[in-house]
């Protein structure tokens, strides 16, 4: 990517899309850099986005004082990134969230 365009891109404010996930339809608004690593990481596990997704929100609702849905998925996104999980994403694609600092709202 090039400098006006990665910024655009980095830069993005959030874009909402709705999908459904365990046979409910809901809105997530993300950044559209965090929607572009969305995506490659359900195209790297060969599932579609709706079940990463579903995936991210079953091990986000297990927590104590689980994230709303949107920040558990920016969360999940960055520590697969430390973590490098892109790689190989976990079947259930469970992630302790609370050892980032994401398990609980401000």
Not at 23 to 30: A, N, Q, V, Y
Not at 61 to 86: E, T
């Amino acid at each position: 990517m090039r400098g006006v365009e990665q910024s655009a891109l980095l830069y993005a404010g959030p874009v909402k899309r709705s999908m459904t996930i365990a046979g409910h339809t809901t809105s997530i608004s993300l950044e559209p850099l965090f929607w572009r690593a969305l995506e490659e990481s359900a195209t790297k596990a060969g599932l579609p986005l709706s079940a990463l997704v579903a995936r991210i929100d079953a091990a986000r609702i297990m927590v104590d004082d689980p994230p709303n849905l949107a920040s558990a998925v920016r969360c999940w996104i960055l520590a697969a990134a430390l973590d490098g999980r892109q790689e190989s994403l976990p079947p259930s694609a469970s992630l302790d969230v609370s050892s980032t600092g994401c398990a609980s709202n401000p």
